[in-house]
């Protein structure tokens, strides 16, 4: 298994530092640009409920590579997310997940099964991009770009992957210091640094969390993810959500949908993991028992369709075998299980035309052009992972929500229960049972299959046949969009350091988990990651760290340089490019 460096997390101060700096230098947020901040439409109310907490929109990211650190967290939320499934933690925090870790070049997959931060930083991720979104929503520079009122927002954390490791003093210690991060916050405070210093005194939210999402990994028992959801009701009084695997259609429909319609012959499914994961009939009864146990205890319950699908990987471009399937045809997947779901539970879950109270929530391929269509199934929230890893990143939410208020504006509809409706009529004049059943058969009888099938998902990404250096190249900016760790930027040229290209590329690299992600979608021969500047704030990190690098040390609000391998000539490039005008995106 290849290793990966570990992931090392601003601190809180650096990284309010950073906005503030990036902000005076390039009206940037987290190289963001202000076109993709979401400002909502005065006339048209998209907020949610979810397990009886508002959310002024019905996205945002699922447990992933985009809710794992603050500045994730941050850009999700500025760019419209307000529902945020948080990266599943588990008591195994020492893990080595193989790399590359993520494969985005046609749908999705992955072998990033596990949270890559210790139980005790991603506590403090969460509460510093709490911290970091009440601040932000106050602060004056952005406060027209975000809107008046940017609305609530709920982090959902998320939990895995056995009984015994949650019930573990770390597991229970997080759950419970999300739910009341009182001393978290304290801890904090004091770092908020001098730009921000207005809101060292603010009233910060202690309760962080107070649902949690049971990332049920494959092969979990029925029982275990039974006790796992009634554990967490009683012993830590959470609203609770199941999410379930694709596998619950079962073998059969799974082949027939992915292979038979949707063309994607070539991939193969293995049939003796379906049998150990739930099954369809044993599933409807946990939803039942757990819909009956939670109205005794006084909570919510609800599911969430669905996690990723398991597939051989064949590829090879990953290392660890199987690996994750994600995207376009899930999106296919999971609708239909839903439907099956509705009919086989009628009025039992809260969608559009049942009267039921159990929650759907929904993570499988939304894009900008299904948005609508799904959120109008009542799912909510539509969480996505792989359609954020694309060129545009977290960018990309923003023309989605555009979109949404489009569609329901030219509906005649302000509010989502009047889009609901809107969509149920719709689905029920055309002869459906409901809009998710109208989905379902749009996207399997044909207009919308291209969409979803193999056969529109195939083409491959555009190449050009130079040898990636490590000074210019095509300057296509995608290696700092699809980062999800916002761990790439650019910086102008300057005019006298005789490099080639508009642009200069680089990587923070004690934010680069080796994802692979960039080397995806780099148009030219090389992976930005290893080939780009890599630049390190810590010594130690430094010192750790194969292959070039350079360490940054800031003197007088000047940046110094050491190289490594030494290289007089590379410092000396570095240095002019870095203290050009624009600075770079580290607080000075
Ligand atoms: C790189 C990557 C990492 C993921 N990590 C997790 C995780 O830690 N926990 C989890 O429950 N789901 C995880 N997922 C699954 C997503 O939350 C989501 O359910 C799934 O990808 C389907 O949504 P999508 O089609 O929009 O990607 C991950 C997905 C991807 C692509
Ligand atoms: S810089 Fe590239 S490899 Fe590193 S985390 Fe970002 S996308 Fe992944
Ligand atoms: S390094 Fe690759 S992905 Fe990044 S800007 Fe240059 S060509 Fe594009």
């Not at 990266?87 to 985005?104: A, S």
């Not at 990994?217 to 609770?240: N, Q, Y």
Request: with cysteine.
């Amino acid at each position: 298994m290849a290793g990966a460096p570990d992931l090392t997390p601003y601190s809180f101060d650096a990284l309010l530092g950073r906005v503030a700096h990036e902000w005076q230098n390039r009206r940037r947020v987290f190289d963001l640009p202000t076109a993709r901040f979401w400002s909502p439409h005065p006339e048209t109310d998209l907020s949610m409920d979810f397990l009886g907490r508002p959310a002024a929109t019905p996205v945002g990211p699922a447990a992933g590579p985009h809710s794992q650190m603050a500045q994730n967290i941050v850009l999700g939320w500025l760019a419209g997310a307000r529902l945020f499934e948080l990266k599943t933690v588990q008591v195994l925090d020492d893990l080595e997940i193989g790399r590359p870790c993520i494969d985005m070049e046609t749908i999705g997959f992955n072998i990033e099964w596990s949270q890559e931060l210790k139980v005790r930083e991603s506590l403090e991720e969460y509460v510093k991009a709490s911290m970091a979104i009440e601040i932000l929503s106050r602060w004056d520079p952005i406060r027209e770009l975000v809107g008046p009122d940017p609305g609530p927002h709920v982090f959902d954390m998320s939990v895995g992957y056995d009984l015994e490791g949650i019930k573990t003093d770390t597991v229970a210690n997080f759950i419970d210091s999300l739910a009341n991060a009182s001393n978290e916050i304290e801890r904090l405070r004091p770092m908020i640094p001098k730009p921000f210093a207005e809101f060292r005194d603010i009233d910060f939210p202690t309760c962080v969390a107070d649902t949690v999402t049971v990332s049920t990994f494959h092969g979990c028992p029925p029982d275990e993810i039974e006790a796992i959801a009634k554990h967490l009701m009683t012993r830590h009084g959470l609203d609770v959500i199941i999410k379930l695997n694709p596998t619950l259609l079962g073998f059969g429909d799974v082949v027939e949908i992915l292979q038979e319609t949707l063309g994607y012959e070539h991939i193969r499914l293995n049939r003796h993991v379906f049998p150990d994961d739930l099954l369809f009939e044993r599933g409807v009864e946990l939803i039942s028992e757990l819909r009956e146990f939670a109205r005794q205890q006084g909570r919510r319950f609800g599911i969430k369709l669905t996690n990723t699908l398991v597939v051989d990987n064949d590829k090879g471009w990953m290392p660890d075998d199987p690996m994750y399937l994600s995207g376009p045809p899930l999106h296919v997947l999971a609708t239909t299980l839903l439907d099956e779901l509705l009919s086989a539970m009628p009025d039992v879950f809260k969608v559009a035309g049942h009267t039921g109270d159990v929650q759907v929530t929904f993570s499988a391929g939304v894009t900008r052009e299904n948005l609508s269509t799904t959120v109008g199934m009542g799912v909510a929230p539509a969480t996505l992972s792989s359609d954020l890893l694309k060129p545009g990143g977290y960018g990309r939410l923003e023309p989605m929500l555009r979109k949404l208020t489009g569609d329901m504006r030219a509906a005649g509809v302000r509010n989502l229960a009047d889009w609901h409706h809107y969509k149920w009529l719709e689905a029920r004049a055309a002869g459906y049972r409901g809009p998710v059943e109208a989905h379902m058969r749009a996207i399997l009888d044909g207009p919308e299959l291209e969409l979803y099938s193999y056969a529109g998902n195939q083409k491959k990404l555009r190449r050009v046949d130079h040898e990636l250096q490590m000074w210019g190249c095509v300057a296509c900016n995608f290696c700092v969009t699809v980062c999800p760790n916002d761990a790439f930027f650019n910086i102008s040229t300057p005019d006298d350091s005789g490099l080639d290209g508009r642009q200069q590329y680089m990587v923070l690299a004690e934010l680069c988990n080796e994802c692979g992600n960039c080397m995806t979608f780099c148009p030219e021969d090389g992976d930005p990651a290893q080939v780009k500047p890599k630049l390190f704030l810590t010594k130690e990190r430094f010192d750790m760290a194969e292959g070039q690098g350079f360490l940054l040390r800031v003197e007088n609000g000047r940046f110094d340089v050491v190289s490594k391998p030494e290289s007089e000539s590379e410092t000396v490039r570095l240095i002019s490019v870095i203290n050009n005008e624009e600075g770079i995106p580290v607080g000075v």
